[in-house]
């Protein structure tokens, strides 16, 4: 099963921390001072470099290293 955006369930924001979710029970974190999603809300358990293509990442940034994650 290949994954898109569509699979990703956002839980919102608190304090720069985003959360998704995917259906199957993946818990997805990233803060907007990190260079990697991680599997808790520390980043200390990264799993994906999120790509920057130019300046700061962006929510959109960390959605697609989540889907790169998922589809490894």
């Known amino acids: 099963m290949r ?3 569509s699979d ?3 839980q919102g924001e608190k304090s720069g921390l985003h ?3 995917t259906a199957n029970g993946n818990s997805f974190y990233w803060h907007t001072d ?5 599997e808790d809300m520390t980043g ?3 799993l994906e470099k999120v790509d920057i293509p130019k300046g700061k990442a962006t929510k959109a940034d960390a959605e697609k290293a989540i889907l790169k994650h998922l589809n490894k």
Do not use: C, G, R, S
């Open 3 to 5: 994954f898109n955006n």
């Open 8 to 10: 990703l369930i956002y």
């Open 19 to 21: 959360n998704w979710h």
């Open 34 to 38: 990190w260079l990697n999603i991680a």
């Open 44 to 46: 200390h358990k990264a």
